[in-house]
C-alpha cells in the first residue's frame, strides 16, 4: 500500500498547476476570470484589499508562479483568519512547493470545522499526501477533563431515564468530567481521499456525594469515508457500553451511514441513518433488565449552513423507534435540534445548542402507572465560549510552552427540563462546566 501511496503522490506532482488551478477556481466565489494582469503594484497600493489579493493569487498559481500565491494567501489569511476556504487553497499551495510541514499545519487547522464534502475530501487528500512524509496512516487523539457544577444532578423527584426509579432528591453536587478520543485512519490509495477509520471514544462524569449521577461511557466505531462528486458517504459499525454507578446497565450494537451533499459553496444537506440492538442488564438499583431489550431504529436530515466564513449554523430533525421486549419501553421519539458556531479569530468561538425531543411510550408500564401511558418533552439549551490558552496568555504578553499553547479552554452552562405525562418524572437541572481540551496527532 505504501508503494501505492507514494505513486499517488507521484501522480499529484506531475498533475502540478493544473489541479491547484482548478480548485482555486472552483472554490471561491465569484469565479469569473480577471480581467487584465494584476501587477505587484497593484498590491501594494491596496494590501488590505481581499478581492484583489485573491485574484492575484490565482493569477500566479495559473502562471506557475507559487511563491507570489502563497505571499498573497498569507496576506488575505491575516486579513481573514477564518476564512476557511482560503486556508485550504493555502494550504494545497504549500503542498506544491513541497513546505510538507507548512501544508500539514495549514490542513489539520481544518480539522471539525465542518467543511463541505468536496473541500473535505480536497484537505483529506492532500493532508494524506503531506503527512509524515505521504504515510498512509494517520493516528490522532483528543483529551478533555474539567469539573462541573449541577443543581440537580440526579434528575430528581425521580430518574428521567427510568434507570433509578427511586432517586431521591440530593441537592446540587461538584463533579469531574472528562472524554477522550482515539482515532486511526487507513488511506486506501487513488486521488479520491477515501479510507478506513476506526475511533474509540469514552465518557465520565464523576459527582463527589451524588452516586446516582456517576455516568462512564465508551464506544467504538469502525467505518470507511469515501468521497463522490460533492457527496461524503460513511458507513459504519459500532459497539457502545455504559456503566451507572460503575455497573454496567447497557450494551448496543449495530451500525449506521452517514452522508452529506454539498448544494452550494454554502449549504450542505445531511442524512443519517443508525440502527442499534440494545442490551439492558439487571442491576443492585433495576430489576427491569431484559424487558428494555431492543432494536433501536433512527434517521436523521438536516442542513449545515456557511453564512460567512466566522458563522456556520446546524439544523437537523430526527426520528426513532425503539421496539421493546415489553411494550411499556418501546417508543416513538421525535427531535429538532439547532446549533451555531460563531468564530472570533485566534481559536476564539461561541457554541450555542438547543433542541427539543419527544418521547411517546406505547403503553403504560405498570411500574410508574397502572394506566397511563409515560409521554416525555424534553428541551435542552447550551452555550460555550473557549479560546487556546495562547491567544488567553498571549493578550498579557505571555508565552506558553508549546506543549500546553495549543489547549482549548471552555466555558459553558446549560440547562435540561422535562415535563411528563407521570408528573413525578418533571425534573430541571442548570449546570457549569469548565473544560480543557488537547489535541495530538501521532
Known amino acids: 500500500m505504501v508503494s501505492t501511496y507514494r505513486t499517488t503522490r507521484q501522480m499529484f506532482r506531475d498533475l502540478g498547476l493544473s489541479l491547484v488551478v482548478a480548485f482555486g477556481a472552483a472554490s471561491f466565489m465569484p469565479s469569473a476570470a480577471v480581467a487584465q494582469e494584476i501587477t505587484f503594484a497593484d498590491i501594494l497600493a491596496a494590501p488590505d484589499d481581499i478581492q484583489l489579493n485573491l485574484d492575484y493569487a490565482r493569477q500566479e498559481v495559473a502562471g506557475g508562479r507559487l511563491q507570489q500565491a502563497a505571499a498573497a494567501l498569507e496576506r488575505l489569511l491575516l486579513l481573514k483568519p477564518n476564512w476557511d476556504e482560503a486556508r485550504l487553497f493555502y494550504g494545497i499551495v504549500l503542498y506544491r512547493l513541497d513546505d510538507l510541514n507548512g501544508a500539514i499545519r495549514e490542513l489539520t487547522l481544518l480539522e471539525d470545522r465542518g467543511l463541505g464534502p468536496t473541500q473535505e475530501q480536497q484537505r483529506g487528500t492532500y493532508l494524506a499526501l503531506a503527512q509524515k512524509q505521504s504515510s498512509p496512516v494517520r493516528l490522532s487523539a483528543r483529551y478533555t477533563l474539567g469539573m462541573r457544577i449541577d443543581g440537580n444532578p440526579s434528575r430528581s423527584p425521580k430518574d428521567a431515564t427510568l434507570i433509578l426509579p427511586t432517586a431521591t432528591n440530593e441537592g446540587s453536587d461538584v463533579g469531574v468530567t472528562g472524554s477522550s478520543q482515539f482515532r486511526a485512519e487507513v488511506d486506501l490509495g487513488g486521488s479520491n ?151 472570533f479569530g485566534d481559536g476564539r468561538f461561541l457554541s450555542l445548542s438547543a433542541s427539543y425531543t419527544q418521547t411517546t411510550y406505547d403503553q403504560a408500564d405498570g411500574m410508574l402507572s397502572a394506566t397511563i401511558p409515560r409521554e416525555d418533552k424534553l428541551f435542552y439549551t447550551r452555550a460555550a465560549i473557549g479560546a487556546p490558552l495562547a491567544t488567553i496568555f498571549g493578550s498579557a504578553d505571555i508565552e506558553l510552552p508549546d506543549s500546553i499553547a495549543d489547549v482549548v479552554f471552555q466555558v459553558g452552562t446549560s440547562y435540561t427540563r422535562q415535563q ?18 488537547k489535541r495530538i496527532s501521532f
Open 193 to 343: 481521499g477515501n479510507y478506513l477509520f476506526f475511533q474509540g471514544n469514552s465518557y465520565i462524569n464523576h459527582f463527589f456525594n451524588v452516586d446516582s449521577a456517576d455516568l462512564l461511557a465508551s464506544r467504538a466505531k469502525a467505518g470507511v469515508v469515501l468521497h463522490g462528486p460533492d457527496v461524503l458517504i460513511t458507513p459504519y459499525v459500532l459497539y457502545g457500553s455504559s456503566w451507572l454507578q460503575y455497573e454496567k446497565f447497557r450494551q448496543q450494537y449495530g451500525g449506521g451511514i452517514d452522508s452529506s451533499w454539498t448544494l452550494s459553496s454554502q449549504v450542505d444537506f445531511i442524512l443519517n441513518g443508525r440502527a442499534v440492538y440494545q442490551d439492558y442488564q439487571t442491576t443492585s438499583y433495576s430489576a427491569i433488565g431484559d424487558q428494555r431489550d431492543g432494536w433501536r431504529k433512527s434517521i436523521e436530515a438536516g442542513f449545515k449552513f456557511r453564512a460567512t466564513d466566522r458563522q456556520s449554523f446546524r439544523v437537523t430533525g430526527r426520528f426513532a423507534r425503539k421496539d421493546a421486549e415489553f411494550d411499556g419501553y418501546s417508543y416513538d421519539e421525535s427531535r429538532i435540534a439547532a446549533k451555531s458556531l460563531t468564530l
Open 420 to 437: 411528563s405525562s407521570i408528573s413525578r418524572l418533571n425534573h430541571n437541572n442548570w449546570s457549569a462546566d469548565i473544560l480543557f481540551t
